[in-house]
């Protein structure tokens, strides 16, 4: 498909259209550990219209990218653009791999098939003490092989975080770079702010900051997690409705909705055992009548006794489902 941007106007077409809340996608498996198609398109349906989510981003590590294969990563690039096609929403797909011929394969993937951006992490760089070289000659590879526009990610999983000043460097220097998530504390994506202007839209993904950041830095973008489907219904859309207060200048009344949330969030942290946030989140989706199912290894599922602490904390966080779906 031919892209609506090319990578000199691609900056100005992320700002555009590059908004709002984005939904990190969790990857559905049947009993047996094949992907639930179905349930994925469900899922990604119900997300769209009824929960006011305006992109997925797709095969992150929420997606459990790493236990995917090549192609079963792609089938999902390919399911969330069909969906997100049909809603009027967006799609940017995780490209992210140690393998450098990978990474490519995977954003030339996304951009045959229609997705809007990609995201890729920052690498694993073995016996590098210094990598801001590397790191720029890193993401210029990617961009000279694709004309998608990229979203870098920083994150504490690599080794190391990108400095602020450096991911400025690399949007100045690449056209195609447009966004950023930026996994760090808040002093490090508040300076990226700063320094970036419009070359860059910084975000990160924690649904706490979201609100303090769109008042006090300006953002319009939640790039992205798992909150915006774990802590709505089809009838209780508060994070979408404190987004808009938001957005609107309405600010008294968005933090009033968002100290709403309080109860979701604690039954979210105070529910999730160490080690299992994937399984945690895929059986809360279940309780909100989400797709979920297991996880694949090297990542455990819950015991039957966490299941059961899963289970209370959300019938004690005020959510109410539309429809409960067993949860099996």
Known sequence: MTLPYTPATAKEYARQHLRGIWAAAMTPFRADRSIDEEGLRRNLQHWFNDLGIDGVFVAGKQGEYYALSIEERKRLCHVAVEEARRAGARVIFSASDQNMDTVIDLARHAEAVGADWVVVHAPVLHFVHDPDETLRAYYRRVADATGIGIALWSHPDSGYLMKPELCAQIAREIPSVVAIKYS???????????????????????????????????????????????????????????????????????????????????????????????????????????????VRPPMLDLTEAERESVRRAFDASGLKPTVRVPAH
């Not at 993904?205 to 915006?228: H, K, M, Q, T």
């Open 184 to 294: 760090v504390p808040r002093p490090m994506y508040v300076e990226l702010t700063r320094l970036a202007g419009e070359t860059l839209i910084v975000s990160t993904a924690s649904e706490e900051e979201w609100l303090d950041n769109i008042v006090e830095l300006g953002w319009r973008l939640y790039l992205c997690s798992a909150p915006p489907f774990l802590m709505q219904t089809a009838e209780d859309r508060r994070m979408r409705d404190y987004t808009d207060a938001a957005f609107a200048g309405r600010i008294d009344e968005a933090r009033r909705i968002s100290a709403s949330l309080e109860p979701v969030r604690r039954a979210l942290k105070s529910s999730r055992p160490p080690g299992k946030p994937h399984a945690q989140q895929k059986y809360w989706m279940e309780l909100l009548g989400q797709a979920g199912g297991p």
